[in-house]
């Protein structure tokens, strides 16, 4: 069993940054992938990005691409998501999944633990 428990959300303006984190416990993080999705009112949840075990290996979504980068701390157990030049339509409820394997994927289905998400609103 894993938790996940996301922070940094907020309210910022357009053009602004914001970092959220992620904490896991209940297992061993270093031999999990871990991703960032989001779910925006009215639209289905998606990939954001991914960083493999080592944090060797990132993925991207286009949208995200050049402004968010994804990071983790294995020794503290944590990953991260820098984002910058925040846009009105990255504004979604962000969360934390934790992979099945070590392999940075972008696939939701190959999530196995979620956290509760975090609010970003971006205004314009």
């Known amino acids: 069993q894993v938790q996940l428990v996301e922070s940094g959300g907020g309210l910022v303006q357009a053009g602004g940054p914001l970092r959220l984190s992620c904490a896991a416990s209940g297992r061993i993080f270093s031999s999990d992938a871990m991703g960032w999705f989001r779910h925006a009112p009215g639209k289905e949840r998606v990939f954001v990005a991914a960083i493999g075990r080592s944090g060797s290996t990132t993925y991207y979504a286009g949208p995200v691409q050049g402004r968010f980068t994804i990071s983790r701390d294995n020794l503290k157990n944590t990953v991260a998501l820098q984002m910058n030049s925040l846009k009105p339509e990255d504004t979604a409820v962000y969360y934390c999944?934790?992979?099945?394997?070590?392999?940075?994927?972008?696939?939701?289905?190959?999530?196995?633990?979620w956290g509760q998400g975090t609010q970003v609103t971006v205004s314009s």
């Open positions: 999944a934790s992979a099945r394997s070590r392999w940075a994927t972008r696939r939701g289905v190959d999530y196995e633990y």
